[in-house]
């Protein structure tokens, strides 16, 4: 059984940056893959990024390339999205999720067991 607590949203202007971080609890939580989706009001959950349980690999949505970083602490159990430039198209609820193997089935919220409660990150304008 694996919990996760996300972290770090707020309201921000757009441009500037926040860290969003997820901290996992469970003696496997350092093997499985990590991710990050998002989910603005009246539409779907979506794939945003995510890590290999080595952090030798990632993925990123194409529309936050070059802006976000996702990274993993296996010490302190703990993944992290670095979201700079932002946008107001960025705004949504934020939720981190482990999965269950690394591959495209990460980029899918089907391939995820276990989920954080979200934190709500707003961008104005």
């Known amino acids: 059984q694996v919990q996760l607590v996300e972290s770090g949203g707020g309201l921000v202007q757009a441009g500037n940056s926040l860290r969003l971080s997820c901290a996992g609890s469970?003696?496997?939580?350092?093997?499985?893959?990590l991710g990050w989706f998002r989910q603005a009001p009246g539409k779907e959950r979506e794939f945003v990024a995510a890590?290999?349980?080595?952090?030798?690999?990632?993925y990123y949505t194409d529309s936050v390339k070059g802006r976000f970083t996702i990274s993993r602490d296996s010490a302190k159990n703990t993944v992290y999205l670095q979201m700079n430039s932002l946008k107001p198209e960025d705004t949504a609820v934020y939720y981190c999720?482990?999965?269950?193997?690394?591959?495209?089935?990460?980029?899918?919220?089907?391939?995820?067991?276990?989920w954080g409660q979200g934190t709500q990150v707003t961008v104005s304008s």
């Open positions: 999720g482990a999965g269950r193997i690394w591959g495209y089935a990460a980029l899918e919220a089907t391939g995820y067991d276990y």
């Open positions: 469970g003696r496997t939580f350092a093997r499985y893959p």
């Open positions: 890590i290999s349980w080595s952090a030798s690999s990632t």
